[in-house]
């Protein structure tokens, strides 16, 4: 997954024409770490209809706070440019790709 | 033989009770497998200073207690599964499991070490408002709150400790405490830690009545217990900690529990359910601390130890075709030493084999062979009890006993070759 920070987020993620997947995520926040097998689990089976990026919450928080996250980890969809979807509470790897999954539809 | 269980204990949760009863039990050798739903260290790995544990003179912290233990586990054989178990079937013989991703699995004890959660307050917005600036884990989202003002509602150790760190982070840390000023829940260190901070802001008499905000958390109404006026206080976090539920719901009409859902257990550990432990939070105890988990996880693994060594005892006795002489004793009950006596002289005689029980250390086995009180001896004949002897206890009588017993054998239709099947025995008559 590739680490994306306040200097490109909006090249990266909002100007990108495939939907985008970001892991809101912090070196602090142990159920980040513990999330992250699952989600790489995911890119390697979607990579081709989701780009795959994390932002280090710790490092970025203005950034963090600006894209409304208030929990970690916190996942968020953007598709050209505008966020579709979020898992924000009960964050594991089967609500994120259900949530891949509707966001594909 | 029905299939052997593909393991000795199945340990259900990964925090300190869990990982400490698969150490302990990987380490007697037992096929000791742990399924948890979240990573190692349960509860305690989400929070970041552990200051009371001991060995740990400079404190240490949950996930590396966590994953210390769980490599201590892993060292002596124990497998570790990320899984979650939806159901146990506690009847059958053996026990099962089933997960959501491993499939059924069976096992000759269980220990359940499933922990609890934070308790929900159920006001107004915490459900929706979840995962957008709701919190029950402050070292999770400590970092989004820097240079913001967050409140945490409790007054426990646990809330004024994440309190006290979460002013690491945020430049204002209201606690919402409804007792009156100066009185916390909190044991005097960690309360007098949190009066020294200068960052610690408290709001007394207060509860917390509404959660406010359109996508996230502005504001929260709380209202003074004194007063009966209402506060908007405006933050950007809420962190609630007031106390935990258990997650046990799994298992609710399978082991008893008592009236907030707490498993009952006696002193080794053992719940309602023979062959099924408990250990940790998810029990009724007076003192839910990593401490007192990892303590009940080293006693439910070894009285699992001592459940599988006893069955497997079992099935090697009753599993050998002919003749055989149970001798039930006990070390405190004088006139046991004379059933042992005639028992081997008995079998010396008559080239019978024997073995001796003692019932005060293997109670559980007295209940399964359905001998009350020493002294007692059990005439096995083929797998089954043919007959149970009582009263004055002489070489003659046992030979006596033997011997119709065998003659019963040849006269009448065998008797029913069967596995180690208990009840069936019981019901064979009484001589
Ligand atoms: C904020 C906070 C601060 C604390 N600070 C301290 C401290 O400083 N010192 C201290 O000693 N204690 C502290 N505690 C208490 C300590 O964390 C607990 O006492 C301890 O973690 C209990 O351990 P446990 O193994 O019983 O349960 P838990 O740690 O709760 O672990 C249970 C595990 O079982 C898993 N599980 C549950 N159901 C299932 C299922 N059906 N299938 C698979 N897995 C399942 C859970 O996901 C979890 O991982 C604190 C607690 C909190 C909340």
């Not at chain 1, 890119?43 to 203005?62: A, G, P």
């Not at chain 2, 760190?165 to 005097?188: I, N, Q, S």
């Amino acid at each position: 997954m590739q680490p994306v920070d306040k200097n490109n987020f909006e090249q990266e993620v909002l100007g990108s024409r495939q939907p985008v997947l970001v892991d809101f995520w912090s070196p602090n926040c142990e159920k980040c770490i513990k999330l992250m097998p699952a989600l790489q689990e995911l890119e390697q089976r979607y990579h081709d209809k989701i780009k795959f990026v994390k932002v280090d919450v710790s490092k970025n928080r203005r950034l963090a706070i600006a894209q409304k996250v208030r929990n970690l980890p916190a996942i968020h969809l953007y598709r050209n440019g505008e966020r579709v979807d979020a898992v924000n509470d009960q964050v594991t790897g089967e609500a994120v790709e259900s949530t891949i999954k509707q966001v594909l539809h | 033989m029905a299939k052997a269980p593909q393991y000795d204990t199945i340990v259900v949760g990964g925090g300190p009770a869990g990982l400490t009863a698969a150490m302990y039990a990987a380490r007697a050798r037992l096929r000791a497998l742990l399924i948890t739903k979240s990573g190692m260290g349960g509860q305690a790995a989400t929070t970041l200073t552990i200051d009371n544990y001991p060995g740990f003179p400079q404190g240490t912290t949950g996930p590396e207690l966590g994953r210390a233990i769980a490599a201590q586990a892993e060292r002596f054989g124990a497998q570790i599964a990320r899984d979650e178990v939806l159901e146990l079937d506690l009847q059958g013989e053996p026990k099962t499991v089933r997960t959501k991703k491993l499939g059924t699995l069976s096992t000759r004890t269980i220990i359940l070490a499933p922990g609890t959660q934070p308790r929900t307050l159920n006001v107004p917005g915490e459900g929706r408002l979840r995962g957008r600036g709701v919190s029950y884990c402050a070292t999770c989202d400590a970092d989004l709150y820097s240079d913001e003002e967050v409140a945490v509602i409790g007054n426990g150790d646990a809330a004024v400790e994440e309190g006290l760190y979460l002013t690491r982070f945020a430049k204002r840390v209201w606690l919402v405490v409804v007792h009156e000023e100066g009185t916390l829940d909190a044991t005097p260190v960690i309360r007098e830690r949190a009066f020294a901070n200068e960052r610690m802001g408290f709001i007394w008499n207060s509860v917390l009545e509404e959660i406010v905000g359109d996508e996230v958390v502005e504001e929260i109404i709380l209202g003074n217990i004194a007063t009966g006026e209402k506060q908007r206080l405006p933050v950007a976090g809420v962190f609630i900690f007031i106390g935990a539920t258990p997650q046990t719901e799994f298992l609710a009409q399978q082991i008893e529990l008592n009236q907030s859902g707490y498993i009952v257990t006696g002193q080794d550990m053992s719940t309602s359910v023979p062959g099924v432990f408990a250990a940790g939070d998810a029990c009724q105890k007076y003192l839910r601390q990593v401490v007192t988990a990892a303590a009940d996880g080293a006693v439910a693994a070894v009285a699992a130890e001592k459940f599988v060594r006893e069955e497997e005892w079992l099935e090697t006795v009753f599993s050998a075709p002919g003749a055989l002489l149970v001798v039930c004793w006990s070390p405190a009950v004088r006139e046991s030493y004379q059933a042992v006596y005639a028992a081997e002289q008995a079998a010396q005689n008559t080239g019978t084999r024997v073995v001796k029980l003692d019932l005060y250390r293997h109670r559980q086995l007295a209940g399964r062979l359905q001998v009350d009180k020493p002294p007692a001896i059990l005439v096995v004949q083929d797998g089954t009890i043919a007959a149970r002897l009582c009263g004055d206890f002489t070489a003659d009588g046992v030979m006596e006993s033997l011997r119709s017993v065998q003659e019963r054998n040849e006269q009448c239709l065998p008797i029913e070759r069967k596995e180690v099947n208990l009840d069936a025995t019981s019901r064979q008559e009484q001589l």
